[in-house]
Structure formats: structure tokens, C-alpha cells
């Protein structure tokens, strides 16, 4: 997909007319998600908020750095941690691939830790073949490998629009400010870009950026710590007096507030009120600064239409907070959206947002519910509220397909990892602790591979081949451009080189994707939560696939998707029709099911404030 550079495709109350960089993206971004726990798919909408946050405040008291790889089911008949590779070998192309149209993405979409682990993870794996679909009838191999952590920073280049540009550039400048926008205009890859340009800055004293968010899931997605867990406040639910006495006995989280100069919170829309006043004043407090935060230098951004905080009756929002104006000088409201480049859409989506519908986008969420044929074999990502549908979608799905079950076991790694704490820590996870594959499964790329395979990225496994048996297409734009002689592409994937080590016998799943049209082989990567210092908290590696026929609307979060179907008969929170419909590129790729206006709800305090929300020139 690419934007049409002629459309001016705005969002937000306010819109003003500017001219903004044309930019040609196809799906992109960064999420994480609550994986594996059973129990959370009972709980209530509000038990599971309120879980997100107890989730989120793990941390305080880390033990031991400890690292071991999961025992996976099955006989261990292999440790590849020195079978090396030798390099990729390259033949004739697997198939005629056309030439691969490039997409411009910024440089920081890989996390940090990706741009710095060139660590070893242990990577184990069980393989389950089977001759029928039956997992019962499976015989089971377990082979346990180590692979080395790819290292895919970019350096391609960032076409920030000028509003994003612009607060890129007064953070730069030192200014604390709070940037919103609906969904798709480019927060998440603002942030990032915010992220890779302070790390950059403060190489020398990486403490010195605070990176966290509201929850587990969303520190996950942007490779920081949940706020809770920076401040050293517990559940923060005591005075900013009491905490900041706490806060004072405990010697790395007091290093924390006084190293910190830039404070990020993503997801602010579900940071309370009281909470976000009680770490204004702790900061104060901590650093003997009478400025709010103690003159941290904070960065907030989310969008205030998703969910709220968790309250037992009605919310305070953080922008309801006393500290909120003094904290947050400059306001910014992104409004170019970039995920649709159909302002039809883009209407009924703001409409869809501000819970104020009208006939004629009613009319025509209505007419959604039409069924769409995709002729390459890959489907609508179906969208649910419930992970226990989502599960029971993709497993009818997986069950139709007879074919050898290919079992991935995760491993782990973090001062937390065998303790409760680190359990919940790894719920924020997207990639799964066990992933099972088969041959013909419909998959999303959970990483950014490269340009043109990214978070978000749909296909289906072809294969399943040794790392150095596989026969990477030369025609791919990758080995052209890493050619003996030419300039390798920085943005190049480290995948298409064999991890260094593997064990013999061990498969990897080849996964074609649909747009463009390529074949990649897919390795273990690994994902981590760390403190500011550095610390290690948990890490996970993985294969960055999950399967992609059904995806919960919580997962879906930040997602762009070509194909999506929901049902809303199912939605039960406010919020939740307008995030899962906004994840859809144009309204030729959605369909929706029992499209009810009634279930389309925006918060009445969050309706107001907007109005108040004054878009800053640039
Ligand atoms: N400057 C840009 N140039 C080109 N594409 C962009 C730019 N900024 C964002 N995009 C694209 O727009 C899409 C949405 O971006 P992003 O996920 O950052 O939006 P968001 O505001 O965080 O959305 P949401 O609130 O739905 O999570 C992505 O596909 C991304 O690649």
C-alpha cells in the first residue's frame, strides 16, 4: 500500500491545511501483547484492565541475573551451540519475483535492543512430526539450538511529516510536551524516532532516558518498563509523601529519578490523574526541584479515545490532573493520517472515534458486512475481543491443515526470569512461549525484518528448511544489493545469513508474504525488558511469527492490517470498535459483521477536553 501523495487525509477535531511530505508505508509497527495465561481470558474487561496494570508492576526487587533456556517436551537430541554456520548459500531463485517495491521507514523501528544485542540467546525448539493432523499421533523431537540475536538496525531514511518532525525537533530542543493523534497518524513511529535520537544523544549515559509506559504491553512494544516500575512506587496507591519515603530506601530506583533528564510515558491515556500528579511531586521531592517531575524533561503521548484508566467508577484522566499544564507545556495533535489514504474512511473512522456517527457512515459500516474473496490464499485477519476466540479461530484453522506440526519453544533470559514476577513480565510478550506451525499457516511477521517485511507483515509458511540449506532469491533486492563489492544495504536483514548456530536437523519455517510478494526464512529473535540502567529484567527468544487467521482487538493494538474482519456483535468497551476497525488500511480490505452504532462510544470527559485541544502550527 502507498499513500497517495495528493490526498490530504486529516484526522481530529481541528484539522488545519498544511503540506505535508508524501510517504509511501505499508504496514508497519511495533506491538506486544499479553500472551499465554489462561486465567486472563476469564477475567472481566475490567479485571483484565486492572490485571494490565497489576501486570505492569513487576520489577522492584530483581534477583540474580539468571539465563536458561526452556525445556521443551520431548528428548533433547541436539545442543547446537557449536554447529556453526558457514553463510548462505545462493542458486537459482526460488521463484520469478517481481521487483520489490521499497518502503520508506524510519531507522528506529527496530528497538534498541535490537540495534544492540549481538548477544548469543539459547533458542530451543520442539519439533513435533506428524504424519496427520493429530497431534496425538505426533512423534516428538526436541532439538535445542542456540542462535545469535539479529542485529537489523536501520539507517534507511525517516520521512517524518513536518508535524512530527517539528516535536521531534523540540525534544531535541529540551521541551516536555504531550503529542495525541487518532489512530494511524504515525505516534508510535514518532516515538520510536524519539527514542533512537535521545539514545543517540545520551549514548554515553543511557540512564539518563526514562522510557516507560502506562502498561506491561505497551513498555514492551517500545522496549522501556511500565511507569510503575521507573518510579519504584508499587502499586503507587499511597501518598506522594509515603512513596517518596519509599522510593528514598530504595537505592536503584532513587539513582533512577535522580540519573533520569528525559522521561517517556507511552499509553498515557490509561495513567490516572492522582498517579500522574503523585510522580510530578515525587519528582520534586526526589530532586530537590521544585519544578514539576523535578525538572525531568517528559515526553507523554497516547490518545485519550482509547482505553482509559482503570477506575472503579468514573476515570481521572491524566489531562485532569493539577500537574497536567505545568508538566506538559506544548500540546501537539498529529493529524495527518498515514495507515488510510481514504478520507471516506478516514471520516467514518474520526467519526467512529468521537462516538458521534452519522447516517451516511452508518449506512456504510453497514454495508461492510458484504463477504470479501482474496484470490492468494491468504485471509481477513479476524479480529475478536476474547484471546479464548481468537485461539479457538486459529486452532479450527490450524486443525484443517494436514500437515507436520512444527513445535517453538521459547527461551529465557532476565534477573526476573523463574520468578512470578517475571511470569507476568512475559505475558506482555507478543511472541508466544510455545508456537506451533505448519505447513499452509496463515502468519504475521511480529518484527521488522527489513524494508519491506515488518511488524504487521501477512503470509503463509511454504517450507520448512535448515538455515544452510535454504536458497535465498536473488533477485530479492537484499542479495543485490550485498553483492561482493556493492555496498551492503544497512537495512539488510540479518536473517538472510544462517544464525551462526544451529543444531543440524533443526527447520525454520519459510513464510511466503503477500505484499510484496517474497519468501523469507524466519530465525529466532529476542525481545527484553530492561530498567534505564541497562538491567536485564526478562527476555524472550522466539520465532517473530504468530499466527495471524484470528488476532485478539488487544493485540491488534498499533497494528497495521490490509485484510481484517470483525465482528461486533462481540465488543463489549468502549474503544474497542474504533481500534479494531482503524487497523484496517481501506475499507476494500474490511468487513464488518453486526455493525451496531450503539456499541460506538466515545468517554464524554475525553470528548470535551478534545475540544480544548489547540493544534500548534508548524
Ligand atoms: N512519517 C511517516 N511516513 C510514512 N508512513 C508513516 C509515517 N508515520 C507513520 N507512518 C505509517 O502509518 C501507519 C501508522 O503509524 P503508527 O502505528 O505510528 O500510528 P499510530 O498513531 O501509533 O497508530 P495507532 O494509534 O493506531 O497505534 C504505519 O503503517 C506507519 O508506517
Partial sequence: MSQSSGKQVMSGLRTVKRDFSSNSVTSSSQTTDSGESSRQQKLSASERRLKLIQDALSGMSAPEEKKQPFSGPG????????????????????????????????????????????????????????????????????????????????????????????????????????????????????????????????????DAIAITASTGIAACNIGGVTIHSFAGIGIGVDSAEQLTTRIRKNKKAMSRWLRTKVLIIDEVSMVDGDLFDKLAQIGSALRKDPRPFGGIQVIVT?????????????????????????????????????RQSDPEFVDMLNEMRFGRLTTDSITRFMRLSRPIQYDDGVSATELFPRREDVERA???????????????????????????????????????????????????????????????????????????????????????????????????????????????????????????????????????????DGEVQISRTQLPLILAWAMSIHKSQGQTLERVKVDLARIFEKGQAYVALSRATSLEGLQVLNFDPAKVKAHPKVVEWSRTLEVVPV
Fill in 302 to 338: 497516547g490518545d485519550f479515545f482509547q482505553l482509559p484508566p482503570v477506575a472503579k467508577g468514573d476515570p481521572k484522566f491524566a489531562f485532569e490532573a493539577d500537574y497536567w499544564k505545568k508538566a506538559v507545556k506544548k500540546t501537539f495533535n498529529l493529524t495527518k493520517v498515514f
Fill in 394 to 532: 486459529n486452532g479450527t484453522r490450524m486443525r484443517t491443515l494436514n500437515t507436520e506440526t512444527h513445535e517453538y519453544t521459547a527461551s529465557h533470559g532476565g534477573k526476573l526470569f523463574g520468578t512470578e514476577q517475571g511470569e507476568k513480565l512475559l505475558t506482555n510478550f507478543m511472541a508466544p512461549g510455545k508456537l506451533t506451525l505448519k505447513l499452509g499457516a496463515q502468519v504475521m511477521l511480529i518484527k521488522n525484518m527489513d524494508e519491506m517485511n515488518v511488524n504487521g507483515s501477512m503470509g503463509t509458511i511454504v517450507e520448512f528448511v535448515e538455515p544452510n540449506q535454504y536458497l535465498q532469491n536473488p533477485d530479492d533486492p537484499y542479495v543485490a544489493s550485498t553483492k561482493p563489492g556493492s555496498k551492503p544495504n544497512s537495512a539488510a536483514p540479518a536473517s538472510k545469513e544462517p544464525k551462526k548456530t544451529a543444531a543440524m536437523g533443526m527447520k525454520w519455517p519459510v513464510v511466503e508474504f503477500t505484499n510484496p510478494k517474497r519468501k523469507m526464512l524466519i530465525q529466532p529473535e529476542s525481545w527484553k525488558v530492561e530498567l534505564p
Fill in 75 to 206: 528428548r533433547t537430541v541436539a545442543t547446537g551451540s557449536n554447529s556453526n554456520f558457514t553463510g548462505s548459500k545462493r542458486s537459482a531463485p526460488a521463484d520469478n519475483q517481481p521487483a520489490a517495491k521499497k518502503r520508506q521507514l524510519p531507522s528506529s523501528w527496530n528497538t534498541s535492543f535490537d540495534e544492540k544485542s549481538s548477544s548469543i540467546a539459547s533458542y530451543s525448539s520442539t519439533r513435533t512430526l506428524s504424519a496427520s493432523a493429530s497431534a496425538n499421533s505426533a512423534t516428538k523431537t526436541t532439538i535445542t539450538v542456540a542462535s545469535t540475536t539479529q542485529s537489523s538496525s536501520k539507517t534507511s531514511g525517516v520521512f517524518l511529516s513536518q508535524e512530527q518532525t517539528h516535536i521531534l525537533k523540540l525534544v531535541e530542543a529540551g521541551e516536555s510536551l504531550f503529542y495525541t493523534g487518532s489512530a494511524g497518524t504515525g505516534k508510535s513511529v514518532l516515538l520510536r524516532e524519539i527514542i533512537r535520537v535521545l539514545r543517540k544523544r545520551f549514548s554515553k549515559t543511557p
